[in-house]
T-cell receptor
Framework: AQSVSQHNHHVILSEAASLELGCNYS??????LFWYVQYPGQHLQLLLK??????LVKGIKGFEAEFIKSKFSFNLRKPSVQWSDTAEYFC??????????FGGGTRLMVKP | NAGVTQTPKFQVLKTGQSMTLQCAQD?????MSWYRQDPGMGLRLIHY???????DQGEVPNGYNVSRSTTEDFPLRLLSAAPSQTSVYFC???????????FGDGTRLSIL
């Protein structure tokens, strides 16, 4: 079965710091990759997705992620975080089957 | 355009009671799914459906039933609630199994 690992469970940053959240998955075939964000008290929203093509994908709110196939990774980055980025971030992987598998999530707190 | 609508938003049950969590979408999406969200475990797939009349089990299906009689509705049934089913439940839909999912606002369920 597919597994998705997010190694950082909690991250605390100051405003303007750079962010990188790790995501690794186990499936060796073709995958679709997603990052979702959940702001406090809200539902999940799509940040960005990778299906094929340029492995560096840009999403909303200045986020980007890089797909490195050889490392089975899809890390999320943002050059300069803001207080409003405080949220929980989920990596998700869709393999050739019907199921989308989520990582355990990373809680990001940005201090003003 | 309401998107994905979940009802109720909150519910408290006693052990052994049954209930149905409702999910409806107005986007004519074929793919619908139910997840439960527990701290540190991300979202885990309970059941999913690739179209009306078709349902299948996800990662954690035990204790839950689903049906998909129409494209719009995908109710989740707890036949005999257990404290281990205390969680936040999210319904999601997408045009097909590969596209990003749209999430509802969630149902917070407590079982005493």
């Amino acid at each position: 079965a597919q597994s998705v690992s997010q190694h950082n469970h909690h991250v605390i940053l100051s405003e303007a710091a750079s962010l990188e959240l790790g995501c690794n998955y186990s499936y060796g075939g073709t995958v679709n990759l997603f990052w979702y964000v959940q702001y406090p008290g809200q539902h999940l929203q799509l940040l960005l997705k990778y299906f094929s093509g340029d492995p560096l994908v840009k999403g909303i709110k200045g986020f980007e992620a890089e797909f490195i196939k050889s490392k089975f990774s899809f890390n999320l980055r943002k050059p300069s975080v803001q207080w409003s980025d405080t949220a929980e971030y989920f990596c998700a992987v869709k393999d050739a089957g019907n199921m989308l598998t989520f990582g355990g999530g990373t809680r990001l707190m940005v201090k003003p | 355009n309401a998107g994905v609508t979940q009802t109720p938003k909150f519910q408290v049950l006693k052990t052994g009671q049954s209930m149905t969590l409702q999910c409806a979408q107005d986007m004519n999406h074929e793919y619908m799914s139910w997840y439960r969200q527990d701290p540190g475990m991300g979202l885990r797939l309970i059941h999913y459906s690739v179209g009306a009349g078709i349902t299948d089990q996800g990662e954690v299906p035990n204790g839950y039933n689903v049906s998909r009689s129409t494209t719009e509705d995908f109710p989740l049934r707890l036949l005999s609630a257990a404290p281990s089913q205390t969680s936040v439940y999210f319904c999601a839909s997408s045009p097909n199994r590969n596209q990003p999912q749209h999430f509802g606002d969630g149902t917070r369920l407590s079982i005493l």
